[in-house]
Nanobody, 115 residues
């Protein structure tokens, strides 16, 4: 059974930075995509970044230059470094393991950016 636990969220002022971490427990089969999503207040869930097996990362245009996703295979974590945060970055951030019939999601961590 795969379990994901996010940490690192909190309150930050506009222009600040945060680093989120997702601890992955359990065995993940090959070919999976590790991803961070977020759900802003009153909005749909949206992709923040993902990283595939070979280490290639994808960022939506709105995130490029401000966000870096990385994977630590030794610690079994997926990290999300965010900078130049703005109030519109506020939301619950979720870690996910995707690909194939099985998907796994964490409970989320709240990020609040004050103006």
């Amino acid at each position: 059974q795969v379990q994901l636990v996010e940490s690192g969220g909190g309150l930050v002022q506009a222009g600040g930075s945060l680093r989120l971490s997702c601890k992955v427990s359990g065995r993940i089969s090959s070919g999976k995509t590790l991803a961070w999503y977020r759900r802003p207040p009153g909005k749909e869930r949206e992709l923040v970044a993902n990283i595939v097996e070979d280490g290639n990362a994808f960022y939506p245009n709105s995130m490029k230059g401000r966000i870096t996703i990385s994977r630590d295979r030794v610690k079994n974590t997926v990290e999300l470094q965010m900078s130049s945060l703005q109030p519109e970055d506020t939301g619950v951030y979720y870690c996910a393991v995707l690909g194939g019939p099985e998907e796994y999601w964490g409970q989320g961590t709240q990020v609040t950016v004050s103006s």
